[in-house]
Every structure is written in C-alpha cells, then in structure tokens.
C-alpha cells in the first residue's frame, strides 16, 4: 500500500506532501489543474523515463519519494530479498533527477538503476490510464484473468514443467539427428582407427622397455666379447690379474702397519677394493653367462619397433604418446555408438512427455472449463450492474491441436459478448466499445480482487466518456474494489468522486510570476462543496449542496 508521497519540484509542483490511507482516494479538480500530476510522479518514481523537463523551472533538480508499506505484498517482499534490498515491512523509493537529465534511484537507500525501479513497481503498483481496458482485447491477457480467477498455479506450473521436458527432448532428438551424416563418417573412420590400434595393442610404458632390449639384443656379440675380456683382467688370466696385484699389495701394506701404524687406513682401503674386486668378478662372470644371442627375437623387435613408428606418424603423435591415444579413439567411438543408443531411448522418452504433458494439460482444460462457466456468469451480473442490462459474457475454451501446444496448456481462450437482445455471442474487439470495455474490465478487476494479491491500482481518468447510472455503477465498484485493496482514482464525475473513503482536491495557483499545483485532502463539508461543483459548475445551488451530500452519504452505505 503507497502511504506517503514526497514530491519537490516536479514539474508545476514545488513542494507537496501526501498522506495516502487505505480503501478508496479519489482526486478531484479543475481542469488543468494537474489532477495527475501525483501519478505522474509516481510513474517517474518506479522507473519511467525522466529527461530535464521534468525539473520545476529554475530548480537544480527534481525529488520524488514514496513511501509503501509491502507486509501484505509477498511478491514485493520476495524480490526485494531476492535483490538484498529488503528493509522489513517498509518500502522507500526515491528518484531524483537534475536540471540537466540526470537520473538517480533508489530503493532502501541503495542506489539502483531504472530497470530496478521498473521491476519493482511491477509489485507496487498498476497504473491504469484512459486506453488501459485495451488490454482486455488480447487472448494472452483473457488467458491471464481465466486463470487467475480459477486459482490454479500448483496445475499451471506442473503443466510449465511437462512442456518444458517434452521440448528439452524434442531438441536434443533433432539436434542428434542433424548430426547424424557427420558422426556415421565419423564413426566409420573410427572404427578402422580403433582396430587397427587394437590389433597393434600399445601398452603404457611399453615402448621405452622395447628400446632397452631391442639395443641390448642388437649388441650382444659386444657386451658378450667386452664383459668376457674385463673378467679376464680383472680374475681368471692365468699370468696375471688385477685381483692378484691388489692382494700383493695389500700383504706388502699389512707387513708395513707393523712398522707404522699411520698407513692402516691406507691398508684398509685395499684390503676393502680386494674384496669388491672378487664381487664385481663374480656379477661380471654371471651377466656374461647371461648375455643371449637371439636373432629371431631381434627381429621381432624391429619389427615392433617399426610399426610403432608407423603408427605414431600417421596418428602425429609421439612414441610414448600412442597408448593414450588408442583409449581416446575407443572412447569416442563408444560415445558416438552410445548416440545412437541414444537417439532410439529418446523416441520412447519422447512419447512419454507428450502423454504426461497431455495429461496435464487436460486437467488444465478442465479446470478452466469450470472456472470460465463460473467467472462467465459473475461478469453478467456485474455487467447488469453496471447499466448492461442485456449483457451476456461467455468466455470460450477451445481445445487446439498438439502442434499448437504451448506451456500454457492446449486451449485457446477467447472473452465473447452480446451487449444487445437478439445479437449472438462475438469477440470482444469486433462488438465492445471502449466504455464497454472499460466497465466489462473495471468487474473482472473487481471479481477477481479477493483471489489475487493485488498491488495498489490508479485509475487515470477510466470514467471518461460516462455519465448518470453508469457513473453511479462505477463509483460503487470501485469502492467495492477499496475493500479489498489501496485504489486511487482521478476522475471528473461526482458520482465516483462521492464513493472515495478519502478525496483529495488539486488546484493550481499562480502569484502572477509563477505557477504550482497543490494537493490537499478535503474534510467532509470540503467535500460536499467539491461534488456540489462537480454537479453544477460554479455556480453552486443549495439543490446541488443537496444532491452533493445525498451522494456522499449514499457512498458511505
């Protein structure tokens, strides 16, 4: 609910403060006396856009704050969460605009771009201007009212959902099929690739133990021939060997450490290379007995050997990069195979959507069947009230076909009218005039305020082009309308003027150099005055004081 207005320099307007209370507010006033200049203002708070001509002539900048009270607004306390802008129950908006077109918001105090203020309206308020019923002559609108009023978000959402995972589907089967041609090319390259690393079967760190023995292989009679001559030397010649003189030695050095001492570490030293010596020899003599002469086995190598090389060079990869390259290949060949697994799963998966979105959608349809018969014959009534008294509403569900499906269901909606005996149900464009239309909205407006949470509504002049019991019946809707939620209504008729639980006066006033609008709130004599003069003019009779307060007392009824 908007409870406090701010405006400076706006405009005509050089200060105005604004009390707003709950029910109904109509705003009254001479002509051009800026009877919208508050919506206006409010309009340019939330977000509307704002150049330099909005700023009072030799201001530095124009003010706006609106204070609301949000506690029973939950779609505006959830996005302001939702943003970290929250500030309990309260709501304060702010919009300041310079002398030179600068703009800044603000909600909460933090500063915010336009489309926040936009955004957030959009749960504050609902401003509806002269041509706003046009609207109503859109089926997605009508569809939005059905709904609703039928109070069915739990089923629209299940409905949203089915559509939503049918659709998924639909797009990853066509997306698979359209690929289609380049992964079968794909996969046949794939397939001969695999095989033949397959039949190769290279093993991770196999290529560099292939190396090792291939060269030991490869220099065998060497290793055999130079490990039988350092054996030689070093133990088994019969004339002398290198064991033979490091043993002398070591004797001769043991002989000597009797004499000095100082040379033990000397002795033992060699006494130390003797024995490693006779160790080495030993090693030497059993790798030479090992040491094999395979040619068969070195040809198998080579060829090995070779056909690696060949295969890392039409892959382009490195020697030891090719095992890993085989697991690659298989795995893409078992992901192009699993697309074709694949696409068949996703036939079934998509019969089964449709039939759970179908079914879902009927029970949509049905629902909204019931609510249209319903909400069809609380208009009429309505309608009759407001001087249609040979109207007949009917609201049309249709089924469409399953290529029309949307994820809105699988009806098409349409509001039809007969406004005259003996004339058959239409479409709301091809019959309803534009008062109609406005009276046909402002009931729905008002049947569907107790099923909806609704935000404060302005009403800019929706009475034009009305008069006697029409005006009368609008007046009464709308405060039928207060009960419910904040309204507030610009209008020039004394008929709905009367019906406010509170009325504000505009008038402007000009000290011959310069010009401003001002708001007040009437008292109740005040406003016997004002709906005198909305009856008679200027010239105020006490016939119309008279019809003034039978208004407004009627309008407290």
């Known amino acids: 609910m908007l409870c406090h207005l701010h405006i400076s320099n706006f405009a005509i307007v050089r200060a105005l403060e604004i009390d707003w209370a709950a029910g109904m507010s109509t705003i009254t006033g001479e002509t051009g006396a800026g009877k919208s200049i508050a919506i206006d203002a409010l309009s340019l708070c939330l977000g ?10 030799g201001a530095d900048k124009a003010d706006i704050v609106a204070s609301f009270d949000i506690s029973k607004l939950t779609g505006a306390q959830q996005w302001l969460a939702q943003q970290d802008l929250a500030m309990g129950h309260e709501c304060i908006v702010r919009r300041v605009v310079s002398s030179e077109g600068r703009s800044r918001g603000y909600i909460n105090g933090v500063q915010v771009p336009a489309q926040q203020l936009k955004l957030l309206g959009q749960h504050l308020l609902s401003i509806h201007g002269q041509h706003a019923h046009q609207q109503l002559l859109k089926a997605e609108y009508q569809r939005q009212l059905l709904d609703a009023f039928a109070n069915h978000q739990p089923l629209l959402a299940q409905v949203k959902q089915d559509f939503k995972q049918w659709q998924q589907l639909q797009q990853e089967y066509a997306s698979l099929q359209q690929s289609q041609q380049q992964r079968d090319a794909q996969r046949q390259l794939l397939e001969y690739q695999v095989a033949e690393l397959d039949s190769f079967a290279p ?44 043993s002398q030695v070591t004797q001769q050095l043991e002989q000597l450490v009797a004499l000095d001492p100082g040379l033990t570490p000397v002795q033992q030293m060699l006494s130390d290379a003797v024995v490693q010596t006779e160790e080495a020899s030993r090693e030497l003599r059993r790798y030479a007995d090992k040491v094999e002469l395979d040619p068969e086995r070195l040809q198998q190598l080579d060829e090995r050997l070779a056909q690696w090389l060949n295969l890392s060079r039409k892959h382009q990869v490195g020697f030891e990069q090719l095992p890993e390259l085989h697991q690659q290949l298989s795995q893409q060949l078992s992901e192009l195979t699993g697309c ?39 208009i009429s009534h309505s309608l009759h009230e407001l001087s249609m008294a040979n109207a007949e509403f009917h609201i049309v569900v249709m089924p469409v076909t399953i290529a029309q499906a949307s994820a809105t269901g699988l009806d098409s ?101 310069a010009t401003e609008t001002r708001m ?30 039978e208004l407004l007392c009627a309008g407290t009824v």
């Open 340 to 378: 074709e697994q694949r696409l068949a799963q996703l036939n079934d998966d998509i019969s089964a959507a449709v039939k759970q979105y179908e079914q879902s959608a009927s029970k949509l349809s049905q629902q909204r069947q019931l609510a249209a018969s319903q909400l069809s014959q609380l």
């Open 203 to 246: 093993q991770a760190d196999e290529y560099a133990d292939l190396e090792t023995e291939h060269s030991r292989l490869s220099h065998g009679h060497t290793l055999l021939s130079q490990s039988q001559q350092c054996l030689q030397q070093l133990y088994d010649d019969e004339q002398q060997t290198i064991y033979q003189a490091l």
């Open 48 to 57: 509307e856009r704002a150049d330099a001509t909005v700023v009072r002539p």
């Open 413 to 513: 909606i349409s509001f039809d009218v007969s406004t005259n005996p003996g004339q058959p149900l239409q479409a709301l464009h091809k019959v309803a005039s534009g008062g109609e239309l406005s009276r046909i909205s402002l009931a729905i407006q008002v049947i569907l305020a107790d099923k909806i949470t609704t935000p404060t509504l302005i009403f800019d002049e929706v009475d034009v082009g009305i008069s006697g019991p029409v005006a009368a019946g609008v007046g009464k809707m709308l405060r039928q309308l207060g009960e419910h939620t904040q309204i507030i209504c610009v209008t020039h008729l004394p008929q709905v003027a009367s019906q406010g639980h509170q009325q504000l006066f505009v008038e402007k006033y000009t000290d011959g150099q």
């Open 520 to 549: 007040r709130c009437l008292t109740d004599e005040q406003r016997i005055s004002e709906i005198a003069r909305l009856l008679a003019g200027e010239n105020i009779s006490a016939s119309a004081l008279a019809n003034a307060r």
